[in-house]
């Protein structure tokens, strides 16, 4: 096995070719953060970026996109932002890990949304969560509300009921699939920024290179990776949006956010059955959640994949060292999710903490 690795915009057509062909093998590279398009986007806005090609012969088999940190310290591409992690390879290929993170010159990688099927890593995994996904289908339904009813028959008459209200107190309510105005992705970056802060999450668009990446993929539209910004509005006036990639097949649910003025009309369950409709008249076959607990994500999953988090090394007293570190944080962080109790504890502190920001 010969291992190169190369900054993602160096890939030429032919890699990049060899890439997509290798997606479209699999239905578990099919997810559009693992397209070379992503790794592109994060590469023009954090030098650390690489990709390292595998090849058997001259043969190009498989892609691992990463990024690589001071004395060696790796982690997956777009860590924090990427929700699907993975070496996209050709079927039946294996490899050595060691050997790869010698050759992307790593002493450990960090992941935390690692694809189920990567064995190669299943020894440095530290735990394996659930991944709610929705599973579409394209036609059978003459309208969304025909669509809202066949598929979600105990939310129905409440989110019709408050879209026809909307419509009566504020404006028609009409939704948008691919809305193409940058400063509705402007808004909608804003909405978040104020419900991290008021939540007392870190504020991820306080962060230059996330802005300038999502603006970067918003104007992204290849086969494999298209972002699509959804929008619905009342009248001329937005109240819920959400971001993300899509491929041919999987939908990656992302950044979702709606003005606070309208909370009575659960905008933001409105936006993700509307988007979950329209997305599948689109051709899109899954819409990937991503782990976490949601309450809107237990109601409209049809199933759950399992990814995986951990620290694949080498020996080196670096790995060694950002093990110690990173671990623990990671275990607390676990415990207090898998708690309902210390979640909810939580979350009054953190929004006690924001009020405080605010």
């Known amino acids: 096995m010969k291992i190169t690795t190369h900054r993602p915009e160096e890939l030429s057509a032919a890699l990049l070719g060899?890439?997509?062909?290798?997606?479209?093998?699999?239905?578990?590279?099919?997810?559009?953060?693992?397209?070379?398009?992503?790794?592109?986007?994060?590469?023009?806005?954090?030098?650390?970026?690489?990709?390292?090609?595998?090849?058997?012969g001259s043969e190009p088999v498989g892609f691992f996109p990463y990024e690589r940190g001071p004395l060696g310290v790796g982690?997956?591409?777009g860590l924090g932002l990427s929700d699907c992690q993975a070496l996209v390879h050709r079927p039946g290929v294996t490899w050595d890990t060691g050997a790869l993170l010698r050759a992307c010159g790593l002493a450990v990688f960090e992941f935390d949304h690692l694809v189920e099927e990567q064995k190669p890593f299943s020894?440095?995994?530290?735990?394996t969560f659930a991944s709610p996904v929705l599973d579409l289908k394209d036609g059978g339904h003459d309208s969304y509300e025909e669509w809202l009813r066949a598929s979600y028959p105990g939310q129905a008459k409440t989110m019709l009921k408050k879209e026809r209200r909307l419509t009566r107190n504020v404006g028609e309510m009409r939704f948008v699939y691919d809305e193409r105005d940058p400063e509705v992705l402007r808004r909608l970056m804003r909405w978040k920024s104020a419900q991290y802060r008021r939540t007392g999450r870190m504020d991820?668009?306080?962060?230059?290179?996330?802005?300038?990446?999502?603006?970067?993929?918003?104007?992204?539209?290849?086969?494999?990776?298209?972002?699509?910004?959804?929008v619905v509005y009342a009248g001329d006036r937005p109240v819920a949006a959400h971001f993300g990639p899509t491929s041919r097949t999987v939908f990656a649910a992302w950044f979702t956010a709606y003005d606070p003025e309208f909370g009575y009309y659960s905008p933001g369950?409105?936006?993700h059955l509307r988007m979950a409709e329209a997305a599948g008249r689109h051709g899109i076959r899954m819409m990937d959640w991503g782990r976490g607990e949601k309450e809107y994500k237990d109601w409209l999953k049809t199933r759950e994949l399992r990814v995986a988090e951990g620290f694949a090394s080498r020996p080196h007293p670096m790995a060694a060292?950002?093990?110690?570190?990173?671990?623990?944080?990671?275990?607390?962080r676990n415990t207090v999710l898998a708690h309902p109790e210390l979640r909810d504890r939580a979350d009054r502190l953190l929004k006690t903490v924001g009020s405080l920001r605010g």
Request: no cysteine.
């Open 18 to 56: 060899a890439w997509h062909e290798t997606m479209d093998g699999s239905p578990d590279y099919q997810n559009p953060f693992l397209a070379p398009e992503f790794a592109i986007g994060v590469g023009k806005y954090r030098g650390g970026a690489h990709v390292a090609v595998l090849r058997e």
């Open 75 to 77: 982690r997956a591409i």
């Open 123 to 127: 020894r440095y995994v530290t735990g």
């Open 204 to 230: 991820r668009f306080a962060r230059p290179w996330i802005v300038h990446l999502t603006d970067h993929l918003f104007r992204t539209r290849e086969d494999h990776l298209t972002g699509v910004l959804s």
């Open 269 to 271: 369950l409105m936006m």
């Open 321 to 332: 060292a950002h093990r110690l570190w990173r671990r623990p944080v990671r275990g607390l």
